[in-house]
């Protein structure tokens, strides 16, 4: 069997990124470990409360070999704008979480709003990539 492991989020400073995930999101940290013999790359992960088996990837941008300025640049470029990719957060009370979540400091993009799938909001991490914040209804025949 084939699962998931962890997804991977682009960062511009992974203290910073570590300090918002856990400080004003809530998460916990899954890892975090330095390796000298990899020129001290950082392997640091982050997850929700209650769900041990998800991480996500707090990766900071490398420059040559891995990634050369230009794609890092481009790379900058779409996180700036948002697009470096989504997460999708689900809860039972879209409005409670928003507000508890802006009053951690996180600033939202878009407040909850009724949509037919249900409750939808939308905020940034410090790095720019997009989260969605959900109370998903249930959609009859599904």
């Not at 689900?90 to 600033?107: F, I, K, M, N, W």
């Not at 799938?117 to 998903?136: C, E, K, M, W």
Request: hydrophobic residues 40%; proline residues 6%.
């Amino acid at each position: 069997m084939i699962t998931i492991a962890n997804a991977q989020l682009w960062v511009h400073d992974q203290d910073e990124a570590l300090a918002f995930y856990t400080e004003k999101l809530g998460m916990e940290v899954r890892a975090d470990v330095t390796l000298p013999e990899m020129g001290g790359f950082r392997w640091l992960t982050v997850g929700p409360a209650g769900q041990p088996d998800i991480a996500i990837v707090l990766m900071a941008i490398p420059g040559p070999p891995v990634m050369d300025d230009e794609t890092a640049g481009q790379v900058r470029t779409l996180m700036g704008k948002g697009f470096a990719g989504t997460i999708f957060l689900a809860t039972d009370d879209c409005q409670a979480s928003y507000e508890e979540l802006r009053s951690r400091g996180v600033e939202f993009t878009e407040a909850p709003e009724e949509q037919p799938y249900g409750i939808d909001s939308a905020f940034r991490d410090p790095s720019g990539n997009h989260f969605r914040l959900t109370q998903v209804r249930e959609i009859a025949g599904v």
